[in-house]
């Protein structure tokens, strides 16, 4: 489907000052306007910024009374139950600060629940059990916010809760000792969207400042930009947007992860094949999925283990265990794929409706997330699969497009749910299964009837000739990063480009040669849909990068988006 290019619009005056006053190019000051700059002391910032630009973590409401609670406990030597989710974001918060206590000399075991014998979230069977085993202090990580029923029992028991989270908190909240959560309304923390490794990280630095107060350390203090590699690694995994206080948690994590000091990063790096430097690419989709599949496969202590050992050799044994979870994931994920393509392929009716809902006793669903988000960047509309259990109840997992609001969707259809959540771009469900049919063509007139109608979008940043892009520019580009969710790549067009030649590889591929004026570019169109042959000259939607090859550094484009 061609894309809507969508050129931001320019602002010509605050381009002139910011550019002048921060000695850079219009393009790149447009490039922040366009990332929601507003004057050039936002712009000095966002280049500029360093741990000291961090806000105070005492900006976050229930920070003190969390601190106290902990300090008690490590004092009196109580015992202490990291709770921590089991996706990328809560195995590093959870490593964090158990490794952080541990340090400390602090009782503190670690917890992570079972993502398909206990589900998401706090699991009350696994509160009763740490309780007896002698735990007087849960910190959860990355879950709890929701976890109303599952406090109240720990407290019964005896403990106490400390809740760290950073979803959208529902009417009713825990009665916990302190909930922190950026998200809570009366909350004055600015970071409103850091993800829980963030969260934790804040009451680590909190919790240093209290004990340094009170004269704790005497042998000196840990330093906590040694756990930013966490903090920048769960950040990016769990698609935070990488402006503001993320973009510090980023941009100083990545520093730290061209020579880890952490162990098991190392082991991680090894296992990813990724030597020196390390980009958001290599979080999001190399390390990120290793660290993902233990908590889709089996169970994600085996990845926190990982990242608590100092064992080298340990260390490497669970980061090639984790690299064989993640090949079996993609090869499960590859299986259900084909089969997902083979029903809607085969039914007509699937391609011509506004929607897709399908359905397997043979599919893991642990994997059906991410394959329903594959359906949609094929298919472009919102995509719900469902695996059929044993019990006959279905568990499934939807994705949608821009602009396409799959909660509200699915809102219609709660009658036909055992439990359902989510937000607009991604939801799960549970549903017995002599249901589904009738969800399907629910399903599909809620989503028939919102009103929406999918045009994908590309939002360009401005227009650029060939002859504006150097070496120079694309070094000044590079300034904003690290890229991402918030903060994408530089998107530019450029008008009446001559093809000069063209070939397909891989079949599916375009390599080119394009000229523009005096000026020729070697560019490369990955995935080019479809398209196996240009004419002679067209507009160009590009990404300007630098191409590093035996020893040489060339300018190239990767193709975006073609017109003519």
Known sequence: MKKNWTIKKENPKLRERISKNLGISPLTAQLLINRGIGNEAEANLFLNSTLFDLPSPYLMKGMDKAVERIKR?????????????????????????????????????????????????????????????????????????????????AKRLGADFIVTDHHKPPEELPDAVSILNPQLSDCKYPGKTIAGVGVMFNLAVA??????????????????????????????????????????????????????????????????????????????????????????????????????????????????ALSRENSERQNIEGGILDEAVRQIESEPGILDAKSIVLASPDWHPGIIGIVASRIVERYEKPAILI???????????????????????????????????????AAGLSIKAEKIDEFRAMF????????????????????????????????????????????PEPVLIARSVEVLSQRIFKDKHLGLKLKQGTKSLDAIWFNAGGVTELPDRIDLAFTPEFNKWNGKKDIRLRVLDGSW
């Open 444 to 487: 599909e007139r809620a989503i028939s009837g919102s009103g929406h109608a999918y045009v994908p979008r590309l939002d360009i940043d401005g227009e650029a000739e060939f002859q504006e892009l150097t070496d120079a520019l694309l070094t000044e580009f590079g300034m904003l990063e690290p890229f991402g969710i918030g903060n």
């Open 387 to 425: 695996a059929i259990g044993g019990n006959g109840i279905g568990k499934g997992s939807g994705r949608s497009v821009e602009g396409i609001n799959i909660y509200s969707a699915l809102s219609e259809c709660r009658e036909l749910f055992e439990q359902f959540g989510g937000h607009e771009q």
């Open 207 to 320: 919790l240093r400042r209290a004990l340094r107060e009170d004269g704790f350390f005497s042998n000196g203090e840990p330093n906590l930009a040694d756990y930013l590699d966490l903090v920048a690694l769960g950040t990016v995994a769990d698609c935070a947007p990488l402006m503001d206080v993320n973009r510090i948690f980023v941009k100083e994590g990545i520093k730290r992860m061209e020579n880890p000091k952490r162990t098991g990063l190392l082991a991680l790096k090894e296992a990813s094949s990724i030597t020196g430097a390390v980009n958001t690419f290599d979080l999001g989709f190399k390390l990120g999925p290793r660290i993902n599949a233990s908590g889709r496969m089996s169970t994600a202590g085996k990845a926190v283990e990982l990242f608590i050992t100092d064992d080298i050799r340990s260390a490497r044994d669970i980061a090639k």
């Open 73 to 153: 406990a490590i004092e009196k030597k109580e015992k202490i139950a990291i709770y921590g989710d089991y996706d990328v974001d809560g195995v590093t918060s959870t490593a964090l600060f158990y490794t952080f206590l541990k340090g400390l000399g602090a009782d503190v075991i670690f917890y992570n629940p079972d993502r398909m014998k206990e589900g998401y979230g706090v699991n009350i069977e696994a509160v009763k059990r740490l309780a007896e085993g002698g735990v007087t202090l849960f910190i959860s990580g990355d879950c709890g916010i929701t976890a109303v029923k599952e406090v109240e029992e």
